[in-house]
């Protein structure tokens, strides 16, 4: 080596081992799953569906389910989440008859089991709408990590901001991954069928 190599080299390989480690930490981000194993992401809940029943974990047991967040009021995001989850069911066809999607309100204020009902009207009936008392909602978006804001509106009223992703849970109840519903109706069938 000569010298002015050798007075390259421990800088060269410094800047190759920051290189090296900064490449681990963005694939260890990458590859790392929405909810590591072990996590908890959601958990028991008592809540009224849009027939007034009361719905709980325990009554899912037994076959996997979709849940996401949202609001009657939502101008886009929800409405076109519920119409890709429909889409999806349809897909699933009979042999999906077990398979569930939970449509739980940010905005238990407006979003009364009368009000779910009727919007739900247009949707998939496996589709269920639940509310709760603020206090009920709050636990449960607390159980599934989910962000919802109240946003005043220059009309005096509010919209909501809100998480917007849809969980997989297994027929346990155990979080699995977040669902893409951005797919094929029949792609997506397949893949929620594999937990049934
Ligand atoms: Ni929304």
Known sequence: MSPRVRRLALPLAA?????ILVGVAVLALIGRPEA?????????????????????????????????FGFTHCPDVCPTTLFEASE?????????????VLFITV???RD????????LASFDPRITGLTGSPEAI???????KVYA????TSDGDYTMDHTAMVYLMDSRG????GFDLKRPPDVAARDLLRFL
């Not at 800047?15 to 290189?19: D, G, N």
């Not at 804001?149 to 005043?152: S, T, Y």
């Open 138 to 144: 709050a636990g449960v978006l607390k159980a599934y």
């Open 149 to 152: 804001r109240k946003v005043p």
């Open 174 to 177: 155990a979080f699995v991954n």
């Open 107 to 109: 905005d238990p204020e």
């Open 15 to 19: 800047f190759l081992a920051s290189v």
């Open 36 to 68: 590591p194993a072990g996590s908890s992401v959601g958990g028991p809940f008592a809540l009224t569906a849009q027939d007034g029943r009361t719905v709980t974990e325990a009554d899912l047991r037994g076959a996997p389910f979709l849940v996401f």
């Open 88 to 100: 999806v069911l349809r897909a699933a066809g009979p042999e999906g008859d077990r398979l569930r």
């Open 112 to 119: 009364t089991p009368e009000v779910l009902k009727s919007y």
